[in-house]
């Protein structure tokens, strides 16, 4: 993974940057490069793949200039166990999206919520629809490795606003520990993986097939041999499947613990930064200097990513402190409701007032196709919107579609 920063803001920690990752696809370990301009949205999912979408519109979604996709290993807490996962090849191959990169985190907001209360100091609880999990730093190892995601996040005990300041204490303090126990649990993995490639690289010289080889290394001097053995081939062949870490910060409603745990993650050998336990009940006013507090201890180089943030001006806010990619349930919950973003295009608002615009819910920037108001309007959703959706669709027809409880009113409205 690499990451450069193109441009800063002025007035605010914003930045814009580049970010790059190259992995090997299985089984034919065809090389892939995915490019990201950041400030960027990580698409939430369901299993890996957004809640309404199939993987063949996937590419519909592009326009919003993310080919990332967030996922949590709880979701796959009912099978397909690790193993088959692993003997597939990983999530890209278990789910045909190599073109997409897969960033792994153990949380989201939809799917595997933090479970404080039955979190403890062997692992955190997460609170899925397939029931409660304790997951140990080990457990969570095993999956991260069978799964192979792009980016993954280490564990982190998220705890909601509400919590003491000894608790908050005690979840960071096990987040900085959890996460020496992934890169500890990473570097064995390693080691464990270039020694089975060394058995192998020894093992393939000596068959008849690479007698040629054999007797190519032959010729070389003792210490080409051993360097070529023992250290280059199992680099080239096993380094380049390894996902980026990026250290989990958390540290609740308190400046003093955020910037605690995001210092001590900074001393860390981690690729970039999880800011966690927001979206946790913590209020939108006091979030700007909670996330100061923690970018300010981080080094720039680096991207920093967050979980938990879902409404625009919240990810505006987190833009504005110096965050480089974010997720957001908020086009999710919108679809659950009917609700269709209408907001303008060229960013000037019509203050024309329609009282169409008011029923159920609705406002200058979404309505609601639920409402019957729309039942005979056939107008397009927004007029010059070059979206699928707005191209093919009228408000009448979803809003029969919603009515009839039709699979493909959610479909057209998340595209
Ligand atoms: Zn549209």
């Known amino acids: 993974m690499k990451f450069c920063i193109k441009s800063w803001s002025k007035n605010s920690r914003a930045r814009v940057g580049l970010l790059q990752l190259t992995s090997f696809r299985q089984p034919e370990n065809k090389k892939?490069?995915?490019?990201?301009?950041?400030?960027?949205?990580?698409?939430?999912?369901?299993?890996?793949?957004?809640?309404?979408?199939?993987?063949?519109?996937?590419?519909?979604?592009?326009?919003?200039g993310s080919t990332l996709l967030q996922f949590s290993p709880m979701h796959f807490m009912e099978g397909p166990n690790p193993k088959t996962i692993s003997n597939i090849g990983g999530i890209h191959q278990l789910l045909g999206l190599k073109d997409y990169g897969f960033v792994s985190v153990p949380r989201d907001s939809i799917l595997s919520l933090p479970e404080s209360s039955s979190s403890n100091k062997h692992g955190a609880s997460f609170e899925t629809p397939c029931g409660r999990f304790l997951v140990k730093p080990v457990e969570y190892m095993k999956m991260i490795s069978s799964m192979k995601p792009d980016l993954w996040v280490s564990l982190a005990d998220e705890v909601p606003a509400s919590a003491t300041l000894k608790r908050n204490r005690a979840s960071v303090e096990r987040t900085i520990r959890w996460l020496d126990d992934c890169i500890s649990l990473d570097?064995?993995?390693?080691?464990?993986?270039?020694?089975?490639?060394?058995?192998c690289t020894v093992v393939t010289m000596y068959s008849p097939v690479t007698r040629?080889?054999?007797?190519?290394?032959?010729?070389l001097s003792q210490k080409l041999q051993h360097?070529?053995?023992?250290?280059?081939?199992?680099?080239?062949?096993?380094?380049?499947?390894?996902?980026?870490?990026?250290?989990?910060?958390?540290?609740?409603?308190?400046?003093?613990?955020?910037?605690?745990?995001?210092?001590e993650v900074a001393k860390r050998n981690v690729a970039g930064y999880y800011i966690g336990g927001f979206g946790l009940g913590d209020s939108i006013d006091g979030r700007a200097s909670l996330l100061h507090a923690v970018t300010d201890c981080l080094p720039n180089e680096k991207p920093?990513?967050?979980?938990?943030?879902?409404?625009?001006?919240?990810?505006?806010?987190?833009?504005?402190?110096?965050?480089?990619?974010?997720?957001?349930?908020?086009?999710?919950?919108?679809?659950?409701?009917g609700f269709a973003l209408t907001f303008p295009l060229d960013g000037k608002f019509n203050h024309v007032s329609d009282p169409k615009l008011t029923a159920m819910g609705g406002d200058r920037t979404k309505i609601n196709l639920k409402a019957t108001v729309y039942r005979k309007d056939a107008s397009r959703i927004v007029d010059g919107c070059n979206?699928?959706?707005?191209?093919?669709?009228?408000?009448?027809?979803?809003?029969?579609?919603?009515?009839?409880h039709e699979m493909l009113a959610p479909i057209l409205l998340e595209m």
């Not at 995915?34 to 698409?43: D, K, M, Q, R």
């Not at 680099?235 to 989990?248: K, N, T, V, Y």
């Not at 707005?390 to 027809?397: D, G, I, S, V």
């Open 32 to 64: 892939k490069e995915i490019e990201i301009e950041t400030p960027a949205l990580v698409l939430t999912t369901r299993k890996g793949l957004p809640a309404f979408v199939s993987p063949d519109h996937l590419v519909a979604l592009q326009f919003c």
């Open 187 to 199: 570097t064995s993995v390693r080691r464990m993986g270039l020694k089975a490639m060394m058995i």
């Open 212 to 219: 040629k080889f054999h007797n190519y290394l032959s010729g």
């Open 227 to 263: 360097f070529l053995i023992e250290v280059l081939i199992p680099i080239l062949l096993f380094l380049p499947c390894d996902g980026a870490l990026f250290g989990s910060i958390v540290g609740g409603c308190s400046i003093e613990e955020r910037e605690h745990c995001a210092q």
């Open 304 to 337: 920093r990513q967050i979980c938990g943030l879902g409404l625009p001006e919240e990810v505006l806010q987190g833009v504005a402190a110096g965050i480089d990619l974010f997720d957001s349930t908020y086009i999710y919950q919108l679809t659950l409701g």
């Open 387 to 404: 979206c699928y959706t707005c191209q093919n669709h009228t408000k009448a027809y979803i809003n029969h579609l919603l009515n009839v």
